[in-house]
């Protein structure tokens, strides 16, 4: 991305993605094991030792900020003269 002239940026919200049906019983045990997993000191220092933040989002905020993401890398794709498929 440097050689192209675009800022080097990374998406770094590692997390579990569900289908849409996911029942809430099934979403809540999920969030509950994910903000359970990452206040772990193990985590913590697996994170620590890649350079990245140890953190937790529930769902609603999780989205919000993967499709911000998504967005931002589907205009650095273009912008960089990428296209889908080839």
Known sequence: MKELGYPMTSFTAGGLIAPPRTSPAALAA???????ATAREEYKTIAARLNVEARY?????FRKLFEADSMENAAAISAAGLASGR
Do not use: K, M, N, R
């Open 30 to 36: 999920l969030e509950t094991a994910c903000a359970e």
């Open 57 to 61: 989002l529930p769902g609603e905020a």
